[in-house]
Structure formats: C-alpha cells, structure tokens
C-alpha cells in the first residue's frame, strides 16, 4: 500500500534560517505530492504541489520537487520567518490504488517552530 | 479561496449516544468530499470517501454501520458517530473537492471525545 513517511518535529529553527523537511513516499502507481500546512486553530491548506516527476512546486518561498528516483519530495525554504510556525504535513494521491479513491495519504505532521 | 467549514468544532458526549459532524463548503460545490481521522501524534486516516448523491465508499478496516456517511447535496456531508465508545474520541477532519479537480479544502475538524 502507499505509505508517506517525514521526519518528526518538532523542528525549531531561528529566524532567516534555512529550512528542510525531508518527506519519502511508497506507492503502487504514478502518485501526486503535496505538501499542506496547519496553522495554529485553523485547516489544513495547500502549500503546493507536483504532479509527475522532476516537477518542481513552490509557493510563498517554499519549494519542493518530485525526486521518483529517490522517491521524495522534501520541503525547502531558505530563508523562515516566525510566520511560518506550523505543522506541515506531506501527502500523497494515487488514484490507481484503489480502495478510498484518490483521498490522500499523508505523512504524520511536521511541527516547525520559528524562534526570532 | 475555497472555505470548508464544520459544526461542531468540538462535541463531548456520553458513551452509547450519537454525534453528527456535518461539513459544508461555503463557496463552491463539492462533488466529492473525504472524512480523516486524526490520533494525536499520528498522520491525517483516510476513513471515506462521498461522492454527491451516492453511496460513500469506505476505506478498510472502518465500520459503515457506525461511522454514517450522507452527502445529500453539493454543499453539505455529514459524519454520525453511531453509539460512540471512548475508543471513538479523536480529531474528524472533512475535505472539498470540484468535480475532475485534484486539489481538496480542509475543514478545521471537530474534535470528539467520548466519555
């Protein structure tokens, strides 16, 4: 079965500091990656993605790209804000692997803490 | 951007009794929405899947007859807890998805506990 397996926190880092959160994935098909963040009292929402390999998503200074080979998709940022404290979580989609349709697969949640 | 919302966003309730989570996308409409589970500590589980006006499809391993699924309309699914346990008290966390779109909105979740 897909599993999505990232390094647990907390990570605590200070400001402007370089930021990575590793994240490797198993699954049976051609799968999407994602990477959501939770802040603190609020949902999960879409930090980005990539959907087939060597693509590369990024939004608000954060990236990650589709490694098939090493079968990753580790977040970068190279410069945190205390703003960015939160829990990350990376997920996978695949929907050929049958069972719950294309729900997703997420890793078990990265909390980052940004000091100043 | 796209707002999923849920009521309630905490329930404390007696064992044997029952607890609907409902889940609603403000903004858009959602063909298909998910149910997760979360454990402290532990990742987001999928539990099932509900596609408007149809059954909802269960993940293995989780029981359809206690876990109660509708997705009546394109705005609006609920979850009921059926005679919750104590072993049912965890965090219920919907998600929102257009038709043919990849990209699903969380709700905030509801926490349960079941004393």
């Known amino acids: 079965g897909n599993s999505v397996t990232q390094m647990e926190g907390p990570v605590t880092l200070s400001e402007e500091a370089f930021l990575t959160i590793n994240c490797t994935y198993t699954a049976t098909g051609y799968p999407s990656l994602f990477w959501y963040v939770q802040y603190p009292g609020e949902g999960l929402q879409l930090l980005l993605k990539?959907?087939?390999?060597?693509d590369k998503g990024s939004n608000k200074g954060f990236e990650a790209t589709y490694r098939k080979e090493t079968t990753s998709f580790h977040l970068e940022k190279g410069s945190v804000q205390v703003s960015d404290s939160a829990v990350y979580f990376c997920?996978?989609?695949?929907?050929?692997?049958?069972?719950?349709?294309?729900?997703?697969?997420f890793g078990k949640g990265t909390h980052l803490i940004i000091q100043p | 951007g796209a707002v999923v919302s849920q009521h309630p966003s905490w329930v404390i309730c007696k064992s044997g009794t029952s607890v609907k989570i409902e889940c609603r996308s403000l903004?858009?409409?959602?063909?298909?929405m998910f149910w997760y589970r979360q454990f402290p500590k532990q990742s987001l589980m999928l539990m099932a899947t509900?596609?408007?006006?149809?059954?909802?499809?269960?993940e293995q391993g989780v029981e359809k007859d206690k876990f109660l699924i509708n997705h009546a309309s394109l705005t609006l699914s609920t979850l009921t807890v059926t005679s919750a346990h104590p072993e049912d008290s965890s965090f219920y966390i919907c998600?929102?998805?257009?038709?043919?779109?990849?990209?699903?909105?969380f709700g905030p979740g509801t926490r349960l506990l079941v004393l």
């Open positions: 903004d858009f409409q959602a063909t298909t």
């Open positions: 998600s929102a998805r257009w038709q043919g779109l990849e990209t699903q909105y």
């Open positions: 509900s596609n408007e006006g149809s059954k909802a499809t269960y």
């Open positions: 990539a959907t087939k390999a060597d």
């Open positions: 997920a996978l989609s695949d929907p050929h692997s049958g069972g719950g349709a294309d729900g997703l697969t």
